[in-house]
């Protein structure tokens, strides 16, 4: 006679396993964020050494919040 067990792990696999998927790329895409984070923050460190960057990220700085006052004009209008 054949054994329910393996059928009983089988369909833990089929109801459990999106499940199991989704939270273990949700946790991946967070490391990755936070590692891109981290990156763009070193970058922004070492750009800020030389005059010129740090004129640029002024720039950036600029266009960001400019972009900010028009997207929050677009909500309010």
């Given at each position: ?22 939270a273990?790329?949700y ?17 922004v ?5 030389w ?19 028009f ?7």
């Open positions: 006679m054949k054994s329910l067990r393996p059928l009983a792990e089988e369909r833990w696999l089929k109801l459990f396993f999106p499940i199991l998927l989704r273990l790329l946790s991946m895409g967070f490391v990755v964020a936070t590692g891109c984070l981290h990156a763009v923050g070193i970058g460190g070492l750009i800020h050494r005059p010129w960057g740090q004129r640029l990220l002024r720039a950036a700085g600029a266009v960001i919040a400019v972009a900010g006052v997207f929050l004009w677009r909500a309010i209008a």
